[in-house]
């Protein structure tokens, strides 16, 4: 049997837990300030952190952007009205055979010019000539026996129903000639009046019928454009006010000529009325259908505000434009509103929010925010036209 522990080894052995129980308070406590410790320097550490980028941010400007400027310039515009158009030919017909046959002769190539009267296809006539003939001698009897009806009735040897039917016979007979003689007009085509004549549609030997058709055959010069512009442009446009033309076939190069037409109408679906002008093409360079860009010029002229048409941001809210202005030593971008009005080629009128002599960014603008500092180099900007033209570099 183990021996009871005495008082004293129950003493000595509560002193000893006592002891043990205070070490590990100790290490606890020791842990707990160390992980306070580590803690309130980490956060010491990331509210420096923080207090240096709050400072970085507050000093911090953004690099200026590089951008094009251009003054807002006052100018004299011409009024005028732009639409697009077609051309069509003064005179167009599509030749086409009158009567039944087959081409016996073909008098022209394709592509080339004709006058008026010109004889271009020849069907076969030699049944109708051999008919005429026959026609001809007929009439030339009839005659005769006209003439000796009237002879006799002179004296009354005849009836006057034998001069009526001497008469009447002589007159068949030359209707039959006019007849046979019209039908073989009528097999002979020509031009019906000066022109370009298109892509032959028949050959030699082909057999035709009424209203097959042969070619092509266009009046070029002079050629109308034909275009519609809005109902308002009736209070202004007038016949034989200036239209200035331009097509893409030929950069650089415009025609003048002015308004030949304005229908008496004005179509009830789109509210627009057509409009024809006319314009000179004696080198034939311009061909019915092409497509074509026209501009009704007016007399007048007003003073208007222009800047270049890339300047403008547009918007659903409103269209803007940035403009230049010296600050703190520098120039910074302010935005303002503005009302756009005609525009032609690369320019483009204000109608209201900015004056004469202000400058605008005409290329950057749309990286730009409000009092952000830019930087001009007007050596990278676009040229500005007024009628620009399209190059295939």
């Given at each position: 049997m183990e021996a009871p522990l005495t008082t004293a080894a129950v003493g000595r052995?509560?002193?000893?837990?006592?002891?043990?129980?205070?070490?590990k308070w100790k290490v606890r406590i020791l842990v707990a300030v160390g992980l306070v410790a580590v803690v309130g320097i980490l956060a010491g550490i990331k509210v420096s952190q923080i207090k240096s980028m709050i400072a970085a941010g507050k000093s911090f400007a953004l690099p200026p952007e590089s951008v094009t400027t251009s003054k807002v310039e006052r100018t004299a515009w011409r009024s005028s009205r732009a639409a697009v158009g077609s051309l069509v030919a003064v005179h167009g017909v599509t030749l086409g055979a009158e009567l039944p046959g087959v081409i016996k002769e073909i008098h022209f190539e394709s592509g080339t010019s004709v006058r008026k009267g010109d004889v271009l296809v020849k069907l076969d006539t030699s049944t109708e000539e051999a008919q005429l003939e026959s026609a001809v001698a007929d009439a030339a009897l009839a005659k005769v026996n006209l003439d000796r009806a009237h002879t006799l009735r002179a004296t009354e040897a005849n009836t006057q129903a034998d001069l009526d039917a001497a008469d009447a016979r002589?007159?068949?007979?030359?209707a039959a000639v006019a007849t046979l003689r019209s039908t073989i007009a009528k097999k002979t085509i020509r031009a019906p009046f000066d022109g370009r004549i298109a892509i032959r549609q028949i050959d030699l030997g082909q057999s035709v019928s009424p209203g097959t058709p042969l070619a092509s055959l266009q009046s070029v010069d002079p050629i109308y454009a034909e275009f519609s512009l809005p109902q308002q442009?009736?209070?202004?446009?007038?016949?034989?006010?200036q239209v200035q033309m331009r097509t893409d076939i030929f950069p650089g190069a415009n025609w003048q000529g002015k308004v030949g037409t304005i229908n008496s109408e004005v179509d009830v679906a789109t509210r627009n009325v057509r409009i024809r002008g006319i314009f000179p093409n004696a080198d034939a360079r311009l061909r019915p259908g092409m497509f074509v860009n026209v501009e009704v010029l007016s007399g007048d002229t007003r003073p208007v505000l222009t800047i270049p048409t890339t300047a403008v941001l547009y918007a659903p809210y409103g269209d803007s434009v940035y403009v230049a202005e010296q600050k703190d030593g520098g120039l910074t971008a302010r935005q303002k509103f503005v009302r756009i009005g005609e525009r032609r080629g690369d320019i483009v009128v204000v109608d209201s929010g900015l004056d004469a002599g202000e400058t605008v960014v005409s290329s950057g603008a749309f990286k730009l925010k409000n009092g952000m500092s830019i930087v001009v180099k007007n050596e990278l900007a676009p040229k500005i036209e007024l009628a620009p033209q399209p190059t295939d570099k």
């Open positions: 052995n509560s002193s000893e837990l006592l002891v043990e129980r205070k070490s002589a007159k068949q007979t030359t442009a009736l209070a202004d446009v007038k016949i034989g006010q």
